[in-house]
């Protein structure tokens, strides 16, 4: 069973950590057959914390599962702490493979998607 993991910061603001439960169910919807579900995590402030996230997607049967960094830039968090953190999951889960994919400032496609957000700004010209 296929997991999607989609990782955000975490924030005191509960409506931001919000945001990010609501984004990982429209990804629910979008995945199809490629996993089986789509859970999130957070790197700190709020919960469900990277580790206890994996746990989770173990608990739900998940034999791989694919971390997703929401972040923009290859910070510290991005190179370091996200990586030590699903390692502590790993350790705790170690029948199951995690596989930690491009942060996403990384993707090409974020450009296009930044232009056509001005353009949708500027009312769709």
Do not use: W
Request: glycine share 6%; hydrophobic share 40%.
């Amino acid at each position: 069973m296929k997991a999607l993991l989609l990782v955000a910061h975490g924030s005191r603001k509960e409506s931001s950590n919000q945001e990010v439960a609501q984004l990982s169910s429209q990804m629910q919807r979008l995945v199809n057959e490629k996993f089986d579900f789509v859970k999130h995590g957070f790197l700190e402030l709020a919960e469900p914390s990277i580790p206890d996230a994996i746990d989770n997607c173990c608990q739900q049967g998940a034999t791989h599962i694919t971390v997703v960094p929401y972040f923009l830039s290859a910070g510290r968090h991005v190179t370091e702490d996200i990586p030590e953190e699903v390692e502590i999951g790993q350790k705790n889960n170690p029948n199951v493979e995690i596989t930690v994919s491009s942060y996403l400032g990384a993707q090409d496609e974020i450009a296009a998607l930044l232009v056509e957000a001005a353009v949708y700004a500027q009312g769709g010209r």
